[in-house]
């Protein structure tokens, strides 16, 4: 199994490198990061569940590492993080699925 800490280790230390070469992209992005805890519409064990959902639907281990750990600080249960990775499954089945008509149509058209 992969070792998460080191991972938040690794990642933040890249992270802090970036931020010398293009302090105004990490300025960007942590803009974006934050913008919907400005509006208050989810609560915070919500906007955890929907980052872990998003983050096995895009493959990001450092998504996981970092978004596992506020999820913690935030109450999130393995109960809820269940659920959440049941709808992450479901919607990557279900892209697979849309996708494959794709497939048949460049197939049939291409």
Not at 14 to 40: C, R, V
Not at 46 to 66: H, K, N, P, W, Y
Not at 81 to 107: C, K, P, Q, R
Request: glycine share 10%; with cysteine.
């Amino acid at each position: 199994m992969q070792n998460w800490k080191q991972t938040r280790k690794d990642i933040n230390a890249g992270l802090m490198q970036l931020n010398g070469l293009s302090p105004d992209t990490m300025k960007g992005i942590m803009s974006l990061g934050g913008a919907g805890a400005k509006t208050n519409h989810l609560d915070a064990k919500t906007r955890e569940l929907l980052s872990l959902a998003v983050a096995v639907t895009t493959r990001c281990d450092g998504c996981i590492a970092f978004h596992v750990e506020t999820a913690k600080k935030v109450g999130v249960t393995v109960e809820e993080i269940g659920e959440a990775l049941g709808v992450a499954i479901n919607l990557n089945a279900g892209a697979a699925l849309t996708y494959s008509t794709h497939v048949l149509d460049a197939f049939a058209n291409g």
